[in-house]
């Protein structure tokens, strides 16, 4: 007769042990910060140090103005896709070439209802709404990319990109 209160004990404890597992999921589906901290993708890091050519031959000093080491990430960017920051491009020119098909002056807010009906058509099983399991992922995932047929297709098209990944089984 004291195996089965041993046995109910056992599992309760059981129980109670697979409560505090956590999660597999990408922890990205909270990108607001949760603590008085800082918040890590607010801050830029200084561009590296560098030795001068010639210590004698060094600039004055800019009080409160810019400095070599200040990070630049829109003129960085431009730099990486080849352009040379300060060259007169502004955002109008990228602006008026991605309307140039026409505009909807109110694409966010039909956005965000289209993509509101989606996710109720999409808001998961009924245990699943009960207990608030996250059914993001299996919701969008008609919609995800797949990168490695994508890659394989570029490469098959003969366009070499040397800095992706090999995938990992």
Same mark, same amino acid.
């Given at each position: 007769?004291? &195996?089965?209160?041993?046995? =109910? ?6 129980? *109670?042990?697979? *409560? =505090? ?31 001068p ?33 300060? &060259? $007169?491009?502004?955002?109008? *020119? ?7 098909? $026409?505009?909807? *002056?109110?694409?966010? %807010?039909?956005?965000?209802? @289209?993509? /509101? @009906? ?24 008609p919609?995800? /990319?797949? %990168?490695?047929?994508?890659? &394989?297709?570029?490469?098959?098209l003969?366009? &070499? ?9």
């Amino acid at each position: 007769m004291q &195996a089965v209160p041993k046995a =109910c004990v056992a599992m309760a404890l059981m129980l *109670a042990l697979s *409560a =505090c597992g956590g999660s597999d999921e990408p922890q990205l589906m909270n990108l607001r910060s949760s603590g008085n901290g800082p918040d890590e993708f607010a801050i830029l890091p200084p561009k590296a140090l560098q030795m001068p050519p010639s210590l004698s031959a060094l600039p004055p000093p800019t009080p409160g103005g810019s400095n070599l080491t200040d990070p630049t990430p829109e003129a960085d960017a431009i730099t990486a896709l080849g352009g040379r920051p300060g &060259a $007169g491009v502004s955002d109008a *020119a990228l602006v008026a070439y991605a309307a140039r098909n $026409g505009v909807a *002056a109110d694409i966010r %807010q039909v956005l965000a209802a @289209e993509d /509101l @009906e989606y996710r109720r058509k999409h808001d998961g099983r009924l245990l699943e709404r009960l207990f608030d399991v996250n059914v993001y992922f299996r919701a969008y995932e008609p919609m995800s /990319l797949d %990168q490695h047929a994508e890659l &394989a297709r570029w490469r098959r098209l003969g366009v &070499a990109n040397p800095s992706a990944p090999p995938k990992s089984e």
